[in-house]
């Protein structure tokens, strides 16, 4: 059963509730608005502040045990000593939904300190309880009655009752739903997350928010000339699909914001073979093509007064006897030949075409996450995005947008000089530059698709998915970038 949220102004000692969790910093004292409640608790909650048993750090909990009605159980969760920011809240709110579901309860009320969040921090409470709670339960087996838990189905924000508020919350409702899609479609194996199944997605989301959809298969991309999307889908019987969605939001003629994803449903490297050890990790090199759906989801639900074009390009990365071959050399939708060095640098070649179909919306910006290099992860590890642009302006836009959604990025070069790398004696380029500096020789190859528009890439391949537990959010997909996406189209639709 899917997760619902609901918004209350009720005081936290007067609610119903199977477990109310206190998010709180490392303050010496219980807040004013909970001092009711802690007397029906028999003070537990200012002995365990005042003797220190709970300080509030980033993380921390403490559970306390209430009555057999009202509030029946007490989870205190720190956020740390650091400013309330909306990622501070989403933090400590995954945490304590993470706790609510190994206690087995299917309700919690969730609030800040004293009651007194503000907007930013309400829509950081409603993603965070919906990050720590989500799993992928398609595909296992149920334990047996006995050793069920139940699951936690419903979260109530307590928070003060204004028009921002509201809007706030909706927000996180939002982005919590499109993040819900992103990791969805991450989590699900490759021979479940086929191109396919983006267009039933795609044709849901745009049912529900009355976007315009198409769809691409083999032969549309072939009378388009998309060799060089086509010759990574060579080596697979499964149909290659690009889908787009629109969201016509703003007035007409308007240009739209385009989103672009790779949507590599699996990528074994083809006749460049990836090492057999960890490949199973490469269903989520279709993360940035989840992260456009997902966005696109969230778009629709706040309705947002823009226009906006989600385009992936899907397929797998197979090896076989009709596989494209390192030495090949193909040509793009726009005419420019690519020599193939490497065929594990594929989602570039998928993007390429993608770039060059973006340009007859008439971008007011695109901006495109793949999961793209391993190199990276190498630069940045799994904590920044790599952000690349020609635009700095773009770039600076796209960078403010992640930091508040709690997906910070980091500005990578993109200096000529580093376009040598990819020169080729054959053709007009190459698909890789080599090992050196090989996320921004990616960035400078997509570069050469883009025509008369901003354009900022995202490499999501450090942060779309993790391989371990964060402590927060337990391991597998993260939900980046549709944070990010999302937060960067609501700021421009207020310009």
Not at 4 to 19: E, G, M
Request: aromatic residues 6%; negative net charge.
């Amino acid at each position: 059963m899917p997760l619902s949220f609901s918004l209350s102004h009720a005081a936290p000692a007067a609610v119903d509730t199977p477990l109310l969790v206190v998010v709180l910093s490392p303050a010496s004292a219980v807040p004013d608005a909970l001092l009711d409640l802690d007397r029906q608790l028999g003070g537990a909650m200012s002995r365990s502040v005042s003797r220190r048993d709970f300080r509030g750090g980033r993380d921390e909990t403490l559970l306390l045990v209430g009555g057999d009605a009202g509030v029946q159980r007490v989870l205190l969760v720190g956020r740390g000593a650091a400013p309330l920011t909306r990622t501070v809240a989403r933090r400590a709110a995954a945490v304590a939904a993470r706790q609510a579901s190994k206690l087995g309860v299917a309700a919690m009320h969730l609030m800040l300190d004293g009651g007194d969040a503000d907007a930013n921090a309400v829509e950081g409470l409603v993603i965070g309880a919906a990050a720590g709670s989500w799993s992928y339960l398609d595909l296992q087996t149920p334990p047996p009655e006995k050793d069920r838990r139940a699951r936690l189905e419903a979260v109530t924000v307590l928070a003060a009752d204004s028009e921002e508020i509201r809007a706030a919350f909706a927000a996180g409702v939002a982005v919590a739903e499109g993040q819900a899609i992103a990791k969805r479609l991450g989590q699900m194996p490759g021979n479940y997350c086929t191109p396919d199944t983006f267009v039933e997605v795609g044709r849901d989301i745009a049912e529900r928010h009355g976007m315009a959809l198409t769809v691409l298969g083999r032969a549309e991309m072939t009378a388009r000339g998309m060799g060089s999307f086509l010759c990574v889908a060579q080596g697979t019987s499964q149909e290659p699909r690009l889908v787009t969605l629109e969201h016509r939001g703003g007035p007409e003629g308007q240009q739209p914001v385009v989103l672009i994803g790779k949507g590599l449903c699996f990528d074994t490297g083809g006749i460049s073979i990836k090492p057999a050890p960890e490949m199973e990790w490469m269903k989520f090199d279709m993360s940035g093509a989840g992260g456009v759906m997902g966005a696109m989801e969230a778009i629709g639900r706040l309705r947002l007064p823009i226009n906006v074009v989600g385009i992936i390009g899907s397929t797998t990365n197979m090896p076989s006897g009709e596989a494209v071959k390192p030495g090949d050399v193909v040509r793009a939708s726009n005419g420019k030949t690519i020599e193939i060095i490497n065929t594990d640098a594929e989602g570039r070649l998928v993007l390429a075409d993608l770039l060059v179909y973006a340009k007859q919306f008439n971008p007011a910006i695109a901006i495109d996450a793949a999961t793209l290099t391993g190199a990276i992860v190498i630069g940045l590890g799994h904590n920044a995005v790599g952000v690349f642009s020609t635009d700095q302006g773009a770039a600076n836009e796209v960078l403010a947008a992640g930091q508040a959604a709690g997906e910070p990025g980091w500005g990578m070069p993109m200096w000529e000089d580093y376009r040598e790398q990819i020169k080729s004696d054959v053709a007009d380029m190459k698909n890789t530059g080599g090992r050196a500096a090989g996320s921004i020789t990616a960035a400078l190859f997509l570069q050469e698709f883009v025509d008369g528009f901003p354009f900022v890439h995202l490499d999501v391949a450090g942060t779309a998915y993790s391989q371990s537990d964060l402590g927060w959010i337990p391991k597998g997909p993260t939900g980046t970038p549709v944070g990010t996406f999302v937060e960067f189209v609501r700021t421009r639709a207020r310009q």
